[in-house]
């Protein structure tokens, strides 16, 4: 059995998809306007990147910045639309008022997802209770992935908080993988591998110029070397 490290890399179109794969990493989170933290990327975008790579894709429900789900209806559609192109795997992830989960929105996405893998993304790094949303979140069909920096502050103020996490998998609410991204740095990768996380996220990390140019390959490639050394 294989211990490699997942390594998930942001993509906004077929050129970024490209050059990902090509540096070696498994899978694409797909979303489009960094701007706003990523929103959910048109059926055109997806069937182009999902045309010019093999490796899985993951593709943002999010419609707005922030983490309220707003027109719950619109996301429902897009959700819809995405599976009619063939999407099969999906981020998603919204709070109430109160910084627990909204089940409500939640639970309608899943249902429109008919037993897809999906990531709850960083939400739960906003969250009121962390804890409390794993467990409220714990039965839902689908839910493999948490996608968190331990902290709304980034990974290096929550490097504690997914340690003493990932020592937690296999707990009731603690058995989807841990994806840590967010500020992720790669001096954070050997304290994090000694925990015993092994899936990592990168989206400026992939891109040296800045979110206005595409994904390097050679970025991603040093990643994929210092997962795997």
Request: charged share 30%.
């Amino acid at each position: 059995m294989s211990n490699r490290a997942v390594l998930e890399v942001i993509a906004l179109d077929a050129e970024d998809a490209v050059a990902a794969e090509s540096g070696g990493a498994d899978r694409l989170e797909l979303v489009t306007d960094m701007a706003a933290d990523g929103l959910t990327p048109s059926r055109e975008t997806f069937a182009r990147i999902r045309a010019a790579v093999d490796i899985p894709l993951r593709v943002m429900l999010r419609l707005a910045d922030g983490f309220a789900a707003g027109d719950v209806d619109a996301l429902v559609r897009a959700a819809r639309g995405l599976r009619a192109e063939g999407a099969d795997e999906f981020v998603l992830g919204f709070l109430d008022a109160d910084g627990t989960a909204d089940l409500v929105t939640v639970e309608r996405l899943v249902a429109e997802l008919e037993g897809c893998r999906w990531t709850f993304h960083r939400a739960i790094d906003r969250a009121a209770d962390r804890d409390g949303l794993r467990k409220q979140l714990a039965d839902l069909p689908g839910l493999d992935t948490y996608l968190t920096a331990g902290s709304a502050s980034g990974v290096d103020e929550g490097l504690p908080t997914l340690v003493a996490e990932a020592s937690r998998r296999g707990e009731p609410g603690y058995e989807p993988q841990i994806l840590v991204g967010g500020g992720l740095r790669l001096d954070h990768v050997p304290v994090l591998r000694r925990a015993g996380v092994d899936a990592f996220h990168i989206g400026g990390a992939a891109r040296p110029e800045g979110w206005s140019t595409p994904v390097s390959p050679e970025a991603v490639r040093e990643w994929r070397d210092a997962l795997d050394g």
